[in-house]
């Protein structure tokens, strides 16, 4: 009887976990539709692991980054955000497969930030030019 009850208790774990994890993607699915963006992608996530030396010690920990796609005037822009935390910020830009350097993207950019900062007099990456089309 002890097994199956821990077998329960088991599976009710894994099954609550992994309803919390789809909850954080679909929370950041429902932010950046609030900020604006339409042409949004499957939610994707990434878990990081860092150490650090403490002393002696290394304190070894996880985060969990999940990542969106979005297209936005021809251009496929991805998002990311740290699991459990507000905020989010602008990652890459995929041009042709590629994906350019860009620094400097501002966090938590709503859709007319967006199309503002692409049709911007600021320098673009290589290639950019051949993805993004004002009209759309």
């Known amino acids: 009887m002890n097994t199956k009850v821990t077998s329960v208790l088991l ?3 894994c099954a609550a976990s992994l309803v919390a994890c789809s909850s954080n993607d679909d929370k950041f699915v429902v932010e950046l ?3 604006g963006f339409v042409g949004i ?3 994707r996530t990434e878990s990081e ?4 030396k403490v002393g002696k010690r290394t304190v070894k920990s996880s985060q969990k980054v999940i990542e969106v796609t979005v297209h936005v005037k021809g251009c496929d822009l991805e998002f990311e955000k740290v699991s459990g935390q507000s905020g989010y910020w602008l990652d890459e830009l995929h041009v042709n497969g590629q994906e350019p350097d860009w620094p400097g ?9 967006v ?10 990456p290589e290639g950019f030019e051949d993805c993004y089309k ?3």
């Open 115 to 124: 199309v503002a900062l692409l049709a911007g007099n600021q320098p673009k």
């Open 49 to 52: 692991k860092k150490s650090k």
């Open 11 to 13: 599976a009710l774990g």
């Open 134 to 136: 004002p009209e759309a």
């Open 105 to 113: 993207y501002p966090e938590n950019l709503k859709q007319q930030d």
């Open 41 to 43: 992608g499957e939610p």
């Open 33 to 35: 539709h609030e900020a």
